[in-house]
Every structure is written in structure tokens, then in C-alpha cells.
């Protein structure tokens, strides 16, 4: 069955598309934690990205890494809700999903921090 919601389209949809990403961001912001957290490193490191002397490609790597993490962040708390959506309870398959949401976040911010070494040091 198709949703009801896919009717829009042309710049209409973009324009409905462009409020709901607002909306998701406003969400995360006021609702997780780690998403505040990893936005305020992100506040710092975006312009640091920018200002740091470092080719094109390197800046371009350094930046893409930090909104990687933001990115993760948000399809992570995107899972957790929606297994919290099906139920609170306790469940192995629920837990499975948070930790591997919870792990891909782990893995993006090895990423950005090896990436950010590597760029720095060449």
C-alpha cells in the first residue's frame, strides 16, 4: 500500500521535504544529548576545518567527516525511536538494534578522529 503522504511532488514536495528535515533537526537537538554534544564539537570543528591550513581535498575530508558523525547521530536516534515506537520492553532484538545503531555512531567518531590525524599530520 502506498502512503498517503507521497501525493506531493514538483517544488511543493521539496518545499514540505526541506520543513521536515528542520523539524528532524529541531528534534534531535532538543531531544538526545549526543546529538547537542556532537553539534557543539561540531561548532568548533567546522570552523577550525575551514581556517586550518590544509589542501582542498584535506579540508573537504575533515568536514565531511564531522558531518558524518552528525549524519550517524541522527539515523541512530531515527532507530531508537522507532524501536521504542513498537515497545519499551525489554527485548533482544530491541537492545541488538540500539547497540549496533550505537556502534556505527562509535565507528563514524574513530573515523572523523583518525581522518582529522591523518589530515593534520600530512
Not at 533537526?25 to 576545518?49: G, H, K, M, S, T
Not at 578522529?113 to 599530520?121: E, H, K, M, P, R
Request: aromatic share 6%; proline share 2%; hydrophobic share 55%.
Amino acid at each position: 500500500m502506498l502512503s498517503p503522504h507521497k501525493g506531493k511532488t514538483g517544488l511543493r514536495r521539496l518545499t514540505y521535504a526541506f520543513g521536515y528535515s528542520i523539524n528532524g533537526l529541531r528534534a534531535a537537538y532538543r531531544r538526545e544529548d549526543a546529538f547537542r554534544q556532537e553539534v557543539a564539537l561540531a561548532a568548533v570543528l567546522i570552523p577550525l576545518a575551514v581556517l586550518l591550513p590544509a589542501a582542498a581535498t584535506g579540508r573537504a575530508l575533515l568536514l565531511a567527516s564531522v558531518f558524518l558523525v552528525l549524519i550517524v547521530e541522527l539515523l541512530n536516534s531515527a532507530i531508537e525511536a522507532a524501536v521504542d515506537r513498537i515497545s519499551l520492553d525489554n527485548h533482544e532484538l530491541a537492545k541488538l538494534a540500539k547497540d549496533i545503531g550505537s556502534a556505527a555512531v562509535m565507528l563514524s567518531l574513530v573515523c572523523m578522529t583518525v581522518v582529522w590525524i591523518i589530515v593534520l599530520a600530512g
